[in-house]
T-cell receptor, first 114, second 109 residues
């Protein structure tokens, strides 16, 4: 099974709301990633977790807060977002963080901030 | 960071082979070459990756130039379902992947 699942598929939230995106994998992978993809643009890396510890934060604003409760789960907590944060949020996982491993992506959560 | 150069778009005919080029003249010795594709309204999908030698899997083949400054993704027999954006990515061994603009492949019936 090479599946990464993401919930919800779609999310609409106001600028004062707090919401969370969830990602799950059961491949025993120890690295998990959050990417952001704006329309007609390539994915941009946001965060990398390795063995449940944050290893990379690509200068993402603090209104995005990642969490890795265990090796299978990755959350992205959202608070006080702006309309320009509307995008497709992609989760991925891999066996490890070195580039000798391939990444498996989920289908994404399409977020709209109103 | 080493960068890749890909054509913005390519067209192919169904059931014919497709060769998608990627230039990476500033590649370093420990950079892996990864290819992913993204179908409309889906997350990226892993296609293939390699370091120095050519690689084959059930989806495609990866031909890496001897000097590693370029590579080619080969789809042996294109189908309509292969229409996607194909990303060639250089990934340093101990660093993360960064996506470039990719090549939009159109497959004509």
């Amino acid at each position: 099974d090479t599946e990464v699942t993401q919930t919800p598929k779609h999310l609409v939230m106001g600028m004062t709301n707090k919401k969370s995106l969830k990602c799950e994998q059961h491949m025993g992978h120890r690295a998990m990633y959050w990417y952001k993809q704006k329309a007609k643009k390539p994915p941009e890396l946001m965060f990398v977790y390795s063995y449940e510890k944050l290893s990379i934060n690509e200068s993402v604003p603090s209104r995005f807060s990642p969490e890795c409760p265990n090796s299978s789960l990755l959350n992205l907590h959202l608070h006080a977002l702006q309309p320009e944060d509307s995008a497709l949020y992609l989760c991925a996982s891999s066996q490890g963080v070195t580039s000798s491993y391939e990444q498996y992506f989920g289908p994404g959560t399409r977020l709209t901030v109103t | 960071d080493a960068k890749t150069t890909q054509p913005n778009s390519m067209e192919s005919n169904e059931e014919e082979p497709v060769h998608l080029p990627c230039n990476h003249s500033t590649i370093s010795g420990t950079d892996y070459i990864h290819w992913y594709r993204q179908l409309p309204s889906q997350g990226p999908e892993y296609v293939i990756h390699g370091l120095t030698s050519n690689v084959n899997n059930r989806m495609a083949s990866l031909a890496i130039a001897e000097d590693r400054k370029s590579s080619t993704l080969i789809l042996h027999r294109a189908t309509l379902r292969d229409a996607a954006v194909y990303y060639c990515i250089l990934a340093p061994l101990h660093r993360d992947m960064r996506f470039g603009a990719g090549t939009r492949l159109t497959v004509k019936p």
